[in-house]
């Protein structure tokens, strides 16, 4: 019951910003943040109301914004609630800046520091993604059933670069027979990995709000996701100013055999 309560404002507060979202797309000026991300002012607008609705609905629980971070040298936030959750308010503002549409609205609810659900607006396709541990996969409120092929040459993978040449070396065995997608939003290459379009996914540069919601996706699809290196996404315990990246694979049965013949997990 008590996340049922959540879901229902979950999908109220990111439909509540989808005009506002729609409305500013390719129309507003950005500028880069100190971690040489791009940042625009519909990305701090979407986040503090998204933030207010959550927040004034459950003010019990923790909420993470990548809009409203510790302010660097300010101690981590500490997440001690069971209830957490996690916003990108504009994952792909790179895209989202530059009129390709490849963009979306990310939210995450987190129970005891593990993804339970996840919402995603794709503004492409104009549609409402969610799922999670116990809900099923969805596309506007349709259920959705990733279908599991076997991975062979005709099957899509993602990736996210600029990557270092030691990475692109370890994935030449799948960019040299693959069919490749790079969608700029990490979010996006999830949710379109837990509904079937991609088959595989690997990306060494993310944070967790580009994750959260898509990694409850994943769940729902029954398709996995491995962290990869020292960092660790799940359970989240604290935010601070500076996260640290994550590095993961993600997809079929059959890719992350893959994955894991070619020394990538």
């Known amino acids: 019951m008590e996340i049922e309560k959540r879901i229902r404002i979950a999908r109220e507060a990111v439909s509540g910003v989808v005009p506002f979202f729609d409305g500013h797309f390719s129309k507003v000026e950005s500028h880069w943040k100190r971690d040489d991300t791009r940042v625009t002012e519909a990305d701090f607008e979407i986040s503090k109301r998204i933030t207010s609705f959550i927040t004034s609905a459950f003010p019990q629980d923790d909420f993470c914004s990548e809009e409203d971070l510790p302010l660097p040298g300010e101690p981590s936030r500490e ?3 069971r209830f957490a959750w996690v916003l990108d308010p504009i994952d792909g503002t790179n895209n989202f800046a530059r009129g390709i549409p490849l963009c979306a609205i990310s939210l995450a609810l987190l129970e005891n520091g593990f993804p339970v659900y996840g919402i995603i607006y794709d503004y492409a396709q104009k549609a409402f993604l969610e799922g999670g541990k116990s809900v099923p996969l969805a596309k506007n409120g349709v ?3 990733a279908e599991e092929s076997p991975f062979n040459h005709h099957s899509l993978v993602s990736f996210h670069f600029p990557m270092k040449p030691a990475e692109l070396a370890a994935l030449a065995p799948l960019m040299t027979v693959n069919a490749l997608r790079c969608q700029g939003s990490a979010a996006l290459n999830l949710a379109y990995n837990a509904l079937g379009a991609i088959d595989g996914s690997v990306d060494y540069n993310t944070k967790i709000w580009d994750i959260a919601a898509a990694a409850a996706m994943l769940e729902s699809a029954g398709r996995e996701i491995v962290f990869c290196g020292e960092n660790r996404a799940f359970p989240l315990r604290e ?12 997809g079929t049965r059959g890719f992350m055999e893959k994955a894991r013949s070619f020394g990538l997990i």
Not at 242 to 247: D, K, S, V, W, Y
């Open 79 to 81: 997440l001690r609630s």
């Open 143 to 145: 259920p959705v059933e």
């Open 239 to 250: 935010v601070a100013s500076r996260m640290p990246n994550l590095r993961w694979v993600a």
